[in-house]
């Protein structure tokens, strides 16, 4: 199911990224130069925003890619004040934790701003759309070698410690 060569030789590189995010979500590092302004690697947390770090983020939001192309999406459940329960799928995660050979716990996160909010989100369609993103409760453990991509789209606040 993984896309590159299973040699020793060759580390999954979802894999390395997604150790990076939770690295430089664990630990804020200055660096003032930006080369690519969505590179998963940038540090401090807060940069994909801004090259200089004008909110408190503790989260890199990202997406990942499946072999066939398609965004990979989490199921989750929120609890909304005038709805008892909305649900639906995701794109979008927080890396919570990684292990062993590049397994992972993943947070689903929930795009807010105004899209059509039938309950499965047109990324393509209406991704400008996103104003931020809210943390559920909702958490999948995956294995990174079943992926091809990574994509981070932006750092938050997410309030995790809250």
Known sequence: MSCGPKDKKF???VCEVV???????DNAVEDE???CTTNC???PLGGLNSPVRRHKADTRVFTLSLP???LFKGLFRRRLDDHPCVGGFSPFFRVEEVFDNCCAT?????PVGDYDHDGDLEVAKDFCKIDGFVR?????TVDLDCFCAVQCIADVNLRICD
């Not at 150790?19 to 979500?25: E, F, G, T, V």
């Open 33 to 35: 130069c930006l080369d």
């Open 68 to 70: 066939n192309g398609e």
């Open 41 to 43: 690697f940038l540090e």
């Open 136 to 140: 559920t409760d909702n958490c999948i």
């Open 11 to 13: 580390d999954n590189c």
């Open 106 to 110: 993943l947070r689903v996160l929930v």
């Open 19 to 25: 150790r990076a995010i939770k690295d430089i979500q």
